[in-house]
């Protein structure tokens, strides 16, 4: 399979989301699993709704997530080739001029809704003579363009949901060119796919009613027609429809609340599909793992809380070499590290963390009478981390305290906190000094 080209093509609108990052990852791991190639096409023939810093935020995204482009193009820069396939259909008939308004098309609809019948273009633009459409336009009036449909049944064998099969005459014939001029979606992705020799097209099954039309524009531009996989789409937690407008689902906002990349990378690729959801250290993994057979067609279930502790256990699984270049940015060194690493949910905790070792902790005191005969048992430096068990035992032995009763005040005095790291790791990290200070009542 090491001719596999498969692309990505999002629209520099906005920032990227959770459903644009699933689409870019799979087809990213499909390429890789195939020894294929992946390609980025920023898809701006929208012009009045495209900026530049969106497409420097989709390539800065895209980076974030070690997603690699092969291939890259720019819609705006191919409108001669859109024009010169445009050329080609208005040739063979199948792209018509059409000069309704947007209120005459509406009013249509809402007259075949209220007959019952299914609100369907009519194709009246292919009625009109030569006359009218020179009085249309002395009016003023620009064309929309239209492509026309076969009315046949379009089949294919989609490698996620199986046999699918649409009947064209179901469906309105969908407009390609605008009133202005501008080409909308679909011709241009179309030709772009031709172009580029993109042979697997995978995205979400909101797609699939728009794949028979695409397929008839591709033979009717004698292209080959690529294969198709469409996968269920995400909704939240609770079974409601994920907005895509919801800030915090953008790859921005996950990665200011300290979402790792390999965290998300992990979640969204294997989310709604027979893989447990469980830390992968690589995109080679995931992709080692990919096959459409275990993409279920149930809608998947996003749910950040399940991400978050994702993200926990992708930290505690990580080799200290790939965190370190940000731990020692942040000012955190690898002993600190190894000893708080399986209490942080997010990198950003280990210099909270970190704090327990380095200070200022105010101790609690619980019992000052049991922190005094403890104090007196600590042993002579050097520690590693059986120190604190030898110490514990002393304690134990001399006050025939156990369990939490023994654990519990020696934590308190020495973090001032409930729950945290080991104390056998941190013991040899705080040092005596310190500790001793802290038993004492001192802020240290």
């Not at 199948?94 to 009013?107: S, V």
């Not at 996620?160 to 014939?173: F, K, M, P, Y």
């Not at 096959?291 to 067609?297: L, T």
């Amino acid at each position: 399979m090491s001719d596999v080209i498969v692309r990505v093509a999002p629209s520099p609108t906005g920032y990227l989301h959770v459903g644009n990052a699933r689409a870019a990852l799979l087809n990213y791991l499909f390429a890789l699993h195939a020894g294929g190639k992946f390609m980025l096409r920023i898809d701006d023939t929208d012009d009045t709704r495209s900026k530049p810093e969106y497409e420097t935020a989709i390539l800065e995204d895209l980076a974030w997530l070690g997603l690699t482009h092969d291939i890259f193009a720019r819609q705006s820069d191919r409108a001669a080739r859109y024009q010169e396939a445009a050329g080609k259909l208005k040739t063979a008939g199948r792209l018509y001029p059409c000069y309704e308004t947007a209120a005459e098309l509406d009013r249509r609809r809402k007259r075949q809704m209220a007959a019952g019948k299914p609100p369907v273009y009519d194709r009246a633009a292919l009625a009109l003579t030569d006359a009218q459409r020179a009085a249309f336009e002395a009016e003023g009036r620009k064309p929309h363009w239209r492509f026309k449909l076969s009315h046949n049944k379009v089949q294919w064998n989609d490698l996620i949901r199986g046999h699918v099969e649409i009947d064209t005459a179901t469906l309105s014939d969908p407009v390609l060119i605008r009133e202005d001029g501008r080409f909308l979606y679909t011709l241009p992705s179309v030709v772009d796919d031709a172009d580029f020799a993109v042979n697997h097209i995978l995205r979400g099954e909101d797609h699939v009613t728009n794949s028979a039309p695409q397929i008839e524009i591709f033979e009717a531009l004698d292209a080959p027609v690529p294969h198709f996989a469409h996968f269920a789409l995400f909704v939240a937690a609770g079974g409601e429809v994920l907005s895509k407008r919801e800030g915090s689902l953008s790859l921005r906002a996950l990665r200011d609340d300290g979402i790792e990349a390999l965290a998300l990378n992990a979640y969204l690729a294997r989310i709604g599909t027979s893989d447990s959801i469980e830390p992968a250290l690589s995109l080679r993994e995931l992709a080692d793992g990919f096959a459409f057979e275990k993409m279920g067609r149930a809608l998947a279930h996003f749910d950040r809380a399940e991400l978050t502790a994702l993200n926990a256990k992708t930290l505690h699984a990580m080799p200290y070499e790939i965190v370190a270049p940000r731990l020692m940015a942040m000012g955190v060194h690898q002993p600190v590290w190894e000893a708080v690493k399986p209490n942080v949910t997010r990198l950003a905790d280990a210099v909270d963390l970190q704090r327990l070792v380095t200070g200022p902790v105010t101790p609690v005191i619980e019992d000052a009478d049991f922190i005094a005969r403890a104090a007196a048992l600590l042993p002579p430096e050097p520690w590693n981390e059986g120190t604190w068990g030898v110490w514990t035992e002393a304690v134990k032995a001399a006050t025939g305290t156990k369990g939490r009763a023994l654990f519990h005040p020696l934590r308190l005095a020495l973090t001032g906190l409930e729950h945290g790291p080991e104390l056998k790791k941190l013991l040899p990290l705080i040092g005596r000094a310190k500790v001793l200070a802290r038993l004492e009542g001192q802020t240290a």
